[in-house]
């Protein structure tokens, strides 16, 4: 079946560093694949999203790319600040029927000043 | 575009009781779906719907628990004779049949004491 795997473990690091959190995933077909954030207390906001091989979504200084050779598609950012720090969660939905989603475990990010 | 929205937004209750949650998904939308979030994990899809039309669910929705979507609109899921292990966030979403992006509410926290 259709699954997510992210890195484990929270990420903390300081304002303005380089961020990159770690999604793979196994699926049939060509799913499309996402990255939600989860601010203390809140839904799942959409982030970003790509439906195609080699397609890289971006948002908010935000991004990832698609990656069918290696079922990646790892989220990035040059410079973060307090701001974002939250719970970053990978998804696939599938291609065809119900397009539920499949998340990953999620990555706590702590940003410190 | 008012967003999903869910009622309560936090639920305490005591073992055995039942619990019924509501939500409003975006107007437009046509799909309805469920998913249960336990602490320090991604969200699980429960169930669907297309229009009025429950079309899947998730076997991790045992027969305690139900769900309606009596006119294809607003829906409730309901749990019955509760237990500990269903202390959870439930999480509802809307999008739109053929489009893969899904748009989530704040969730519902139950707390089962």
């Known amino acids: 079946g259709n699954s997510v795997t992210q890195m484990e473990g929270p990420v903390t690091l300081s304002e303005e560093a380089f961020l990159t959190i770690n999604c793979t995933y196994t699926a049939t077909g060509y799913p499309s694949l996402f990255w939600y954030v989860q601010y203390p207390g809140e839904g799942l906001q959409l982030l970003l999203k790509a439906t195609k091989a080699d397609d890289k979504g971006s948002n908010k200084g935000f991004e990832a790319t698609y990656r069918k050779e290696t079922t990646s598609f790892h989220l990035e950012k040059g410079s973060v600040q307090v701001s974002d720090s939250a719970v970053y969660f990978c998804?696939?939905?599938?291609?065809?029927?119900?397009?539920?989603?499949?998340f990953g475990k999620g990555n706590q990010v702590v940003v410190i000043p | 575009d008012t967003g999903v929205s869910q009622d309560p937004r936090h639920k305490i209750t005591k073992r055995g009781q039942n619990v019924t949650f509501r939500c409003d998904p975006i107007?437009?939308?046509?799909?309805l779906y469920w998913y249960r979030q336990t602490l320090g994990q991604g969200p699980e899809f429960l169930t669907y719907?297309?229009?009025?039309?429950?079309?899947?669910k998730s076997r991790l929705l045992s027969d305690r628990f139900s769900a309606e979507r009596p006119k294809g609109s607003f829906s409730t899921l309901e749990i019955q004779r509760t237990e500990q292990g269903d202390s959870a966030m439930y999480l509802c979403?809307?999008?739109?049949?053929?489009?893969?992006?899904?748009?989530f509410g704040p969730g519902t926290r139950l707390t089962v004491l």
């Open positions: 719907f297309q229009n009025e039309a429950q079309l899947e």
């Open positions: 998804a696939l939905s599938a291609y065809y029927g119900n397009n539920r989603l499949a």
């Open positions: 107007s437009e939308h046509n799909r």
């Open positions: 979403a809307s999008s739109l049949s053929g489009r893969d992006t899904q748009y």
